[in-house]
């Protein structure tokens, strides 16, 4: 199967022509003598150098750069070595980096062991009550951990070891979520393939890029020419999440710098101390933070698939054109696609196929909202964990409230986009695409009042600057 | 029609709904190679379970059973052969 995903990425896509067709950076993987040149050993040298060029542009210290393309030349020259590779790095960088912080060294090694052993249970006991629904136990037991810690009293000993490891594993627990589902998939992983996903070589956030040890090995190049062309689209990405990272940079300059419009919990916390910024500021400041995400999410995203693809993974990007999607549900999965893909796979795909099996539509919707609002709330939850120890247990469930508001509407709007007929799309530039875009646009510029990783305000003053956009004071 | 038929089918029809014109062997990949979504993978689980009568909850579901026609008829075949 991996053979033919990587064969299609050479065939080029028969577009509509005109505007959607064009392409800044041409594909060069689809032409014979670069892919060719690119399998050759002045080849490799020139695509390594381009690279170690472009890693150097996000990566200050050059230490750290040379390091990682060492590496990635090593796999690019021994390809047969890339799974041995790609396990032991992150192992052996794991304990460079933690030498001087024993305690955190010693929790990191504990959950990865912990993360194998729940791999290993899940593939020997498929049958168990553990092997049948591992991510419920995996999940309670998080969830568990971040109860006790919370009983324990400030800057004691179990305090400090308990946080610590919570903290520890919530940087591995959607890894190993991944290598203890994967049991099912044929054949079977190794253990060291699995190991080596847990937080790759490549980068992640706590979501993992791009999935697990299974899709990883569906998605290897297998011959030279496939890696040929996989690294060509791995510096082809990295030349384009530069150019973005530029215009960005210059988009804050322009925006906030020169024009001064105030980020939104900036314009949101004056509104709440009764000093409101004009009313076309508030909006400019919401749609420009739309932009900015996009902006964000698809430069950390094409940083961090570009150097899987140098690996040698033909990984879907990221983020993919979401100025496009002409249905909130389009945008959710052209946004921030392998967390979309975090919460299908764990949340949504188990809640669809297990409830209300005969009712086509409440199925749909309560799988969405098993996703979008379990899902998201969890993921989020617990990736901030420091706000439960900081408030306590329950100051940390109620931090979230804001978002909570978001994840709602969020699950309502993506539930209609599922539900609405899905037919030809209407013709006509400004029927068929531009409303549609624009209302998508729309749609995510609003909830976003209440996606807010300060966690500084209620429900009621978030609500009161949202109807504000719109001249009503409550 | 066969069942690979109609999987064949149903596969062109949300395609073709993409304004998807590439040809479609059996074998391509369809979830992993990013020309279906998973909306779509949501379609093609309905489409199996009214048409072919399969309970994804009961046999385990991964989708790469859903990447292409190929598996989708091995799923089929392998299901019918259960029940």
């Known amino acids: 199967m991996a053979d033919e995903v990587v064969t299609q990425a050479q065939i080029p896509a028969k577009g509509r022509g005109g505007v959607s067709d064009f392409r800044l950076i ?43 393309v060492f590496v990635f030349g090593f796999i690019t020259f021994l ?35 912990t993360g194998m052993f729940l791999y290993w249970c899940a593939t020997r006991w498929p049958k168990s009550r553990f092997g049948r629904r591992p991510l419920v ?62 937080r790759p070589l490549w980068g992640s956030t706590g979501v993992p890029f791009p999935k697990g040890a299974a899709y990883l090995r569906r998605i290897e190049a297998k011959t030279p020419e496939q890696l040929a062309v996989v690294q060509l689209k791995g510096v082809k990405l990295l030349a384009w999440a530069i150019l973005l990272s530029l215009l960005q940079h ?14 939104p919990a900036a314009a949101l916390a004056a509104s709440v101390h009764g000093t409101p910024v004009p009313w076309h500021l508030r909006w400019a400041s919401q ?87 379990f899902g998201n709330a969890f993921y989020h939850i617990t990736r901030d964990w420091q706000f439960f120890r900081d408030r306590g247990l329950w100051g940390g469930l109620a931090s979230y409230q804001v978002e909570i508001v978001y994840c709602v509407m969020l699950a309502i709007g993506l539930s209609i986009s599922q539900l609405r007929k899905r037919g030809a799309r209407a ?43 719109f001249f009503i004071r409550l | 029609m066969s069942g690979i038929d ?46 072919f009568g399969i309970d994804f909850a009961e046999l385990g579901f991964d989708r790469e059973q859903l990447d292409s026609i190929d598996t989708m008829a091995a799923l089929v075949q392998n299901a019918g052969s259960r029940s």
């Open chain 1, 26 to 68: 041409p594909r060069l993987e689809t032409y014979p003598r670069i892919v060719a040149f690119a399998q050759s050993t002045l080849g490799k040298i020139v695509l390594l150098g381009l690279f170690t060029a472009g890693m150097r542009y996000f990566l200050p210290d050059l230490n750290v750069t040379l390091r990682f």
């Open chain 1, 79 to 113: 390809p047969d070595l890339r799974w041995p590779v790609l396990t032991l790095c992150p192992l052996v960088f794991l304990v460079q980096n933690n030498l001087h912080h024993p305690l955190v060294l010693t929790a990191s090694l504990l959950v990865v062991a």
């Open chain 1, 137 to 198: 136990f995996l999940l309670t037991g998080y969830s568990l951990l971040i109860v006790l810690a919370c009983g324990t009293r400030p800057h004691t000993r179990p305090y400090l070891v308990l946080w610590t490891l919570v903290g520890t594993a919530i940087a591995y627990l959607w890894f190993i979520a991944y290598a203890v589902t994967d049991r099912s998939s044929m054949p079977r992983n190794d253990a060291g393939r699995e190991l080596a996903t847990f």
């Open chain 1, 250 to 263: 210059f988009w804050f300059r322009l925006f906030h710098g020169f024009l001064h419009i105030p980020m």
């Open chain 1, 287 to 373: 749609i420009l933070a739309f932009f900015e995400l996009i902006f964000s999410m698809s430069i950390l995203g094409h940083e961090i698939i570009a150097c899987c693809r140098m690996a040698g993974f033909n990984a879907l990007r990221n983020t993919y054109r979401p100025l496009s999607a002409t249905t909130l549900i389009e945008f959710f999965n052209r946004f921030y696609y392998y967390y979309k893909e975090l919460l299908v796979d764990f949340f949504y795909f188990p809640a669809f196929l297990r409830y209300f099996k005969k009712h086509r539509r409440l199925r749909t919707v309560f799988a969405t909202f098993a996703a979008v609002v």
């Open chain 1, 427 to 469: 013709k006509g530039f400004l029927r068929g695409h531009l409303l549609p875009v624009c209302g998508v646009g729309l749609f995510y510029v609003l909830i976003s009042v209440f996606e807010t990783d300060t966690r500084t305000f209620t429900v009621a003053q978030t609500v009161r600057y949202f109807a504000s956009l």
């Open chain 2, 6 to 51: 109609e999987i064949r089918n149903f596969v062109q029809e949300l395609l073709t709904r993409q304004d998807d014109r590439r040809p479609l062997a059996d074998n391509d990949s369809l979830l992993m190679s990013g020309r279906l979504q998973s909306v779509d993978a949501v379609e093609i689980v309905l489409f199996l379970e009214e048409r």
